[in-house]
């Protein structure tokens, strides 16, 4: 059973690197301490150089972040120009199509607005993409 590492919150995960780290860096002092050696001048430069490799992570972190987000954002606007653009067409059409291409539509956006507004279980999200690419189907055939 394999378990990923998105399925765990942020704050967790903070949490238990913070206590590993502090955890080691006072295993090491311990055991320096024990060796009766003081060489402090080794371990500011040790210090120095464990921070420097956090703001490096950090630095990579933000940017996996950031175009992460960027692409949500794209796929967000992708889909709201396509529902735009389809409730337009779907205004050309006669009479007794235009409303059940409308309300199709109408369905579809309360659906993703659902998904986004909540936190749904995976059953829910499912159930939501499901039944998205019903109404997909269903304009698609119109």
């Known amino acids: 059973m394999t ?8 704050l967790p995960i903070f949490l238990v690197s913070l206590v590993v780290i502090l955890a080691a860096s006072e295993v ?19 210090e120095g150089a464990i921070l420097g490799l956090m703001a490096l992570m950090i630095g990579f972190t933000f940017a996996m ?12 606007l992708n889909e709201a120009n396509a529902i735009g653009t389809a409730a ?3 205004r050309l059409l006669s009479q007794p199509h235009r409303m059940e291409c409308l309300n199709l539509l109408r369905e579809y956006v ?23 690419n019903e109404i997909q189907e269903a304009l698609g055939n119109r």
């Not at 090491?28 to 040790?46: C, H, M, Q, V, Y």
């Not at 972040?65 to 967000?76: I, M």
């Not at 936190?119 to 159930?127: D, F, R, W």
């Open 3 to 10: 378990t990923e590492l998105s399925e765990y919150g942020l």
């Open 28 to 46: 090491g002092r311990w055991l320096g301490a024990r060796a009766g050696r003081r060489g402090d001048e080794n371990i500011s430069t040790l």
């Open 65 to 76: 972040a950031l175009s992460r987000f960027e692409a949500r954002r794209d796929v967000v």
């Open 88 to 90: 337009l067409r779907a």
């Open 110 to 132: 309360q659906i993703r607005l659902n998904i986004t507004q909540q936190v749904p279980s995976p059953a829910e999200l499912k159930a939501a993409i499901t039944r998205s």
